[in-house]
C-alpha cells in the first residue's frame, strides 16, 4: 500500500512538475508577446505622428500649389491683356500714318537744304 502511494505521489510530483514547466514556458511567452505588443504601440505611435507632420505638409504644399497656379492664372491674363494692348496700339499707328498728310516736296525745294525750304511745299 505504501508502496503504491509513493508511486502515485512520485506520479503527481511528476505532473506537477509537467504543469509546472509548462506554466513557465506559456509565461515565457507572454512576457514575450506583451514585450513585442509594447514594441507594436510604439511603433505606431511614431508611425501617427510621422503621418501627422507629412500630412501638414503636405497641406502647404497643397496651398502653396494652389496659389501658384492662381498667380500663374492672373499672370497669363495680364499677358494676354498686354498683348492685345500692343495689338491696338500697333493699329492705331497704322490707322494714324494712313490718315495722316503725307509731305511731298516739290522740284524746287528738293534742291535745298532743309532750313532753307519755303511753305510752298504740297501737302496732300
Do not use: W
Amino acid at each position: 500500500m505504501r508502496l503504491k502511494e509513493n508511486s502515485d505521489l512520485r506520479t503527481n510530483c511528476k505532473q506537477l512538475e509537467q504543469i509546472l514547466l509548462v506554466k513557465e514556458d506559456i509565461g515565457a511567452q507572454l512576457e514575450f508577446s506583451n514585450q513585442k505588443l509594447l514594441k507594436a504601440v510604439q511603433d505606431k505611435e511614431h508611425f501617427k505622428d510621422q503621418l501627422k507632420i507629412t500630412s501638414e505638409y503636405l497641406d502647404s504644399l497643397s496651398e502653396k500649389n494652389f496659389d501658384l497656379e492662381r498667380l500663374s492664372k492672373y499672370l497669363k491674363q495680364v499677358v494676354e491683356e498686354r498683348e492685345l494692348y500692343a495689338e491696338n496700339l500697333k493699329k492705331m499707328i497704322l490707322d494714324i500714318k494712313e490718315k495722316s498728310q503725307i509731305y511731298i516736296p516739290s522740284k524746287v525745294n528738293s534742291a535745298r537744304p532743309l532750313a532753307c525750304r519755303d511753305s510752298r511745299a504740297k501737302l496732300v
